[in-house]
C-alpha cells in the first residue's frame, strides 16, 4: 500500500540554524500538507501546497518557514532560524483531491527538537 | 471558526468491553468529521469519516462513529476492544466551506485497553 514517507526521523539542531524537513508524497497525490504537534498539543495545520504554490497557511507559518516542492516527488519545509519553541513533530501528509470528504495520508512525522 | 474538542485525555477500557472514544465540534457550514489513529512511531492512519447521509458511519478495524447534529457530536465506538487498539485517537473536522480542506484537529485521546 502505497504511503507518506518522512526524513529524518529525528533531526537536533542549534537555535538559529536552518532545517530542512523532507517529505515523499504518495505520487499520484496533488495537495499536500504541513501540520506540527508540539508535545502534548493538538496537531495544528501549517500550510497547504498545490500546483507548486502555497493555497493556505496558518497564522503558524510566518516568514521564517518555507515549502517546496524541488522535484517531481519530494516536498519539503524548511525553517529559516529555528527558535526553541519550534521544537515538535512535524507531519507531512498528501491527498489526491482537495477539501470535502478526502481524507487525507500522513507521514510518520519527523520529531525536530532546536537546542 | 472550526473547532474540535475531545473531553478526555486517556480512556481505559478492559479488553473485550465496549470502547467509546468522545468528539464534540464546531464549524460555521457543514462538517464533515474524520477519524484518525496514531501508534507509536507512526504517522496518523485514516479510520473513518462523516461526510453526508447515513449518520452511523462503519470504518477500519471494527471501529464505527455516529454522527450526532443537535450535539454536534462524533463519538468513536467498538463494541469489543482488543489490547492492540491501545493508541492515540485524534478527531479531525473540516468545514464544508473550505475548499483547500485543512483539518482541525482535536487534542487526542489516549486509548488504554488492558487485557
Known amino acids: 500500500e502505497p504511503e507518506v514517507t518522512q526524513t529524518p526521523s529525528h533531526q537536533v539542531t542549534q537555535m538559529g540554524q536552518e532545517v530542512i524537513l523532507r517529505c515523499v508524497p504518495i505520487?499520484?497525490?496533488?495537495?499536500f500538507y504541513w501540520y506540527r504537534q508540539i508535545l502534548g498539543q493538538k496537531v495544528e495545520f501549517l500550510v497547504s501546497f498545490y500546483n507548486n504554490e502555497i493555497s493556505e497557511k496558518s497564522e503558524i507559518f510566518d516568514d521564517q518557514f518555507s515549502v517546496e516542492r524541488p522535484d517531481g516527488s519530494n516536498f519539503t519545509l524548511k525553517i529559516r532560524s529555528t527558535k526553541l519553541e519550534d521544537s515538535a513533530m512535524y507531519f507531512c501528509a498528501s491527498s489526491e483531491l482537495a477539501g470535502g470528504y478526502n481524507e487525507q495520508f500522513f507521514g510518520p512525522g519527523t520529531r525536530l527538537t532546536v537546542l | 471558526a472550526q473547532s474540535v474538542a475531545q473531553p478526555e485525555d486517556q480512556v481505559n477500557v478492559a479488553e473485550g468491553n465496549p470502547l467509546t472514544v468522545k468528539c464534540t465540534y464546531s464549524?460555521?457550514?457543514?462538517?464533515?468529521l474524520f477519524w484518525y489513529v496514531q501508534y507509536p512511531n507512526r504517522g496518523l492512519q485514516f479510520l473513518l469519516k462523516y461526510i453526508t447521509g447515513d449518520n452511523l458511519v462503519k470504518g477500519s478495524y471494527g471501529f464505527e462513529a455516529e454522527f450526532n447534529k443537535s450535539q454536534t457530536s462524533f463519538h468513536l465506538k467498538k463494541p469489543s476492544a482488543l489490547v492492540s487498539d491501545s493508541a492515540l485517537y485524534f478527531c479531525?473536522?473540516?468545514?464544508?466551506?473550505?475548499?483547500?480542506?485543512?483539518?482541525?484537529f482535536g487534542a487526542g485521546t489516549q486509548v488504554v485497553v488492558t487485557p
Open positions: 479531525a473536522v473540516r468545514d464544508s466551506k473550505d475548499s483547500w480542506g485543512k483539518f482541525q
Open positions: 505520487s499520484n497525490h496533488l495537495y
Open positions: 464549524v460555521s457550514g457543514n462538517p464533515y
